[in-house]
């Protein structure tokens, strides 16, 4: 008798022969982002990258028509999985793109290399991740990629005693890693490491912690929409007039809630790969584009990722002269290089991650509204944990 899971795999095979590469003038991008749920804003902010890229650069590559395929994952693993199997399967997408979360992304690994159907990761930021299938790409970053410089700077700028505070779940324990090593061989001292929940975090105790441990700067990762929080409480705790500095991951100043943030946030230095306030043509034009198609939001690292993840399905698009074949997409995307609104950048040949410049930040007052102000910059990082 054959199992249920066996017709089941036997089924999804049958399905994933797809049509020859070259039978349809148009090329179908499945897009898989949180648009419902706790981590909406993720998917709203990747969505406006993409529009962005395509109302800037058009809707042709390789000589056929690109369409989007919207689906909504709620930020849930599970659907994750099940829509990416049915726009593989039913509507016979060429590449994946989205994922919101590192659980999101890691999800579909199987699928993906059962069907020979590229993936490119437009936000989750979990070292692991491409390690899991060859048929993974990413345009956002490896976690430890933005606090290698930080702790590098703060090495430079006499920090020599610091408490970590990570958010505990993949990215912070990456993060945290990536920041202590750095810091250490360069002859740091990590006090304390403290990690909080990632559900409805109290930041009060722990720091209260670090006030108590007197560092001489306080290291912290928590996810973009816990940012607002964690600084209020940073400020209700007298940890700034106790002479602590606060260095961060750009995640804590998140562009599209700094504004809501107040006074508590000036002169916060963080470390980041993109700041709406980056001085380059591309990024003017960029800001513009999603600033009049989505009533004046400011753009953050999340719809760079996006607009990056299309910029490179058109380049690869472009090499393989329109092939759609999925192993043909993912060999044309390994090593191609261009500039970003975030500035240059390429991905990685060998592990398929971005190599791309960090920078140092400090939150300023810019004609009355706040921005991330780089004023330093690390180049051509890449993740400290690749193979």
């Not at 590469?21 to 179908?28: G, H, I, Q, Y």
């Not at 049915?86 to 199987?110: C, H, K, Q, R, Y």
């Not at 946030?265 to 009049?292: Q, R, W």
């Amino acid at each position: 008798m054959i199992s249920r899971r066996l017709f089941v795999a036997s089924s999804m095979a049958a399905a994933f022969v797809g049509k020859p590469a070259f039978a349809a003038e148009s090329v179908k991008v499945g897009l898989i982002l949180p648009m419902t749920g706790p981590f909406a804003s993720t998917g709203r902010q990747v969505q406006a990258g993409i529009n962005a890229f395509m109302a800037l650069k058009g809707n042709t590559a390789g000589g056929k028509t690109v369409e989007v395929v919207l689906r909504d994952d709620g930020g849930v693993a599970d659907q994750t999985r099940r829509i990416a199997q049915e726009l593989i399967t039913g509507d016979g997408v060429n590449l994946l793109m989205g994922f919101g979360l590192t659980p999101l992304a890691l999800s579909v690994a199987p699928l993906i290399s059962q069907a020979k159907i590229p993936a490119i990761i437009t936000s989750a930021t979990t070292s692991i991740i491409t390690t899991k299938s060859p048929f993974y790409a990413r345009t956002s970053m490896a976690g430890p990629q933005s606090a290698v410089p930080v702790a590098a700077w703060a090495m430079e700028n006499g920090i020599k005693k610091t408490v970590t505070l990570v958010t505990d779940y993949g990215p912070g324990i990456d993060i945290e890693k990536g920041f202590v090593d750095a810091y250490k061989d360069k002859g740091g001292e990590i006090i304390e490491s403290v990690r909080v929940p990632l559900q409805n975090p109290d930041f009060a105790p722990f720091l209260q912690r670090v006030l108590d441990a007197k560092p001489d700067a306080l290291f912290v990762f928590v996810p973009a929409g816990q940012g607002a929080i964690f600084m209020k409480q940073f400020a209700e705790r007298g940890l700034k007039e106790a002479g602590i500095k606060l260095i961060a991951t750009g995640d804590v100043t998140d562009d599209d809630l700094l504004q809501g943030m107040g006074p508590a946030a000036l002169g916060v230095i963080t470390g980041h790969f993109y700041s709406a306030n980056h001085d380059s043509p591309e990024n003017k034009a960029y800001v513009a584009e999603v600033n009049k198609a989505n009533n004046n939001m400011r753009p953050n690292f999340m719809s760079v990722g996006g607009y990056d993840a299309m910029q490179l399905a058109y380049l690869a698009l472009e090499k393989t002269g329109g092939d759609t074949d999925g192993t043909k997409l993912i060999e044309a995307m390994k090593g191609q290089s261009w500039t970003s609104p975030r500035g240059p950048m390429s991905i990685d040949a060998n592990t398929r991650d971005p190599i791309q410049d960090i920078y140092i930040r400090e939150v300023k007052d810019v004609g009355g509204e706040m921005y991330n102000v780089e004023f330093a910059k690390y180049e051509k990082i890449r993740d400290p944990f690749a193979k």
